[in-house]
């Protein structure tokens, strides 16, 4: 099984975009455990979201995550220069293991 | 504040054994289960093995039977010994704090380069 991101996504400040992750299998549908993680250069990699859409207490509200059929999305909203980052998606398998997805670029223009 | 440190990084040359080291503060380490990530230069993320806290281990087909995973409650670190170490074990090795078995990992550290290369 797999997971599956777009190698890229950009948007301007202020707007809104969506990674999308897609499972090749049932990693997805079966199991509400989808996470999203961000990473900046040099920096530790950072939980946004959560069980498909919960947020941890320190993360802004401008982040969000949803689940339709084997497809997982973490949407950013009024985008900010400092959210330019590589976005990970990761979703707990049937074998008992976290699998990660290929990691999204997002650049703020 | 949850705090991972990590430690032990180096080059090494293939076929080596090399040790690396995770510190914890900031919650209770005895009862948390801890991971292993891994990120080669230009891939992806994968987690190469989980301390769980009750004893039970996790590894990956790409480490299994040559990466052992041992955690010291007492001093609140994880170890990960790596032996029989190939060029495509050189990653940026994270440790997290894994908040169940079903993820998610909550809190990660900088992380701490191997690199194998003759």
């Known amino acids: 099984s797999a997971l599956t991101q777009p190698a890229s996504v950009s948007g301007s400040p202020g707007q809104s975009i969506t990674i999308s992750c897609t499972g090749t299998s049932s990693v997805v549908v079966d199991y509400n455990y989808v996470s999203w993680y961000q990473m900046h250069p040099g920096k530790a990699p950072k939980l946004v979201i959560y069980d498909v859409f919960k947020r941890p207490s320190k993360i802004s509200s401008r982040f969000s995550g949803a689940k339709s059929g084997n497809t997982a999305s973490l949407t950013i909203s009024g985008l900010q220069p400092e959210d330019e980052a590589v976005y990970f998606c990761s979703s707990y398998t049937d074998t008992s293991t976290l699998l990660f997805g290929g990691g999204t670029k997002l650049t703020v223009l | 504040e949850v705090t991972l440190v990590e430690s032990g990084g180096d080059l090494i040359q293939p076929g080596g054994s090399l040790t690396l080291s995770c510190a914890a503060s900031?919650?209770?380490?005895?009862?948390?289960?801890l991971s292993w990530v891994r990120q080669a230069p230009g891939k992806g993320l994968e987690c190469v093995s989980v301390?769980?806290?009750?004893?039970?281990?996790y590894y990956s087909d790409t480490v299994q039977g040559r990466f052992t995973v041992s955690r010291d409650n007492s001093n609140n670190t994880v170890y990960l010994q790596m032996n029989s170490l190939r060029v495509e074990d050189t990653a940026i090795y994270y440790c997290?704090?894994?908040?169940?078995?079903?993820?998610?990992?909550?809190?990660w550290g900088q992380g701490t380069l191997v690199t194998v290369s003759s």
């Open positions: 997290a704090k894994v908040g169940r078995r079903s993820g998610p990992l909550s809190s």
């Open positions: 900031g919650f209770t380490f005895s009862s948390n289960h």
């Open positions: 301390s769980y806290r009750d004893g039970d281990i």
